[in-house]
């Protein structure tokens, strides 16, 4: 079992920035590419970046590319999602997830966390 848990969700004004944090516990850290996931209220949960799992590739949806950068520090068992230029269409819930290999698809992750708010006002 690998247990996940966000941090760093907040309200932020249009334009400004945040930095989430996924920390895990559990089995080795470094043997899952990591993602992050967004649900906004009343719709599917899709995908926003995902990371090798030495950190040496990763994935975003174009939503976010130039945006949000994804990245993670296997010595403190953390993936990060640090997110510039924010807009009102990023607000949602946001959620870290464990997989086995670097997918962006929702159903190959194994492992999820209870997620944290991000709020983007006008």
């Known amino acids: 079992q690998v247990q996940l848990v966000e941090s760093g969700g907040g309200l932020v004004q249009a334009g400004g920035s945040l930095r989430l944090s996924c920390v895990a516990s559990?089995?080795?850290?470094?043997?899952?590419?990591m993602g992050w996931f967004r649900q906004a209220p009343g719709k599917e949960r899709e995908f926003v970046a995902a990371i090798s799992r030495g950190g040496g590739s990763w994935s975003y949806a174009d939503s976010v590319k130039g945006r949000f950068t994804i990245s993670r520090d296997n010595a403190k068992n953390t993936v990060y999602l640090q997110m510039n230029s924010l807009k009102p269409d990023d607000t949602a819930v946001y959620y870290c997830?464990?997989?086995?290999?670097?997918?962006?698809?929702?159903?190959?992750?194994?492992?999820w966390g209870q997620g944290t708010q991000v709020t983007v006002s006008s």
């Open positions: 559990g089995r080795t850290f470094s043997n899952y590419a």
């Open positions: 997830a464990a997989s086995r290999s670097l997918v962006i698809t929702r159903n190959e992750y194994d492992y």
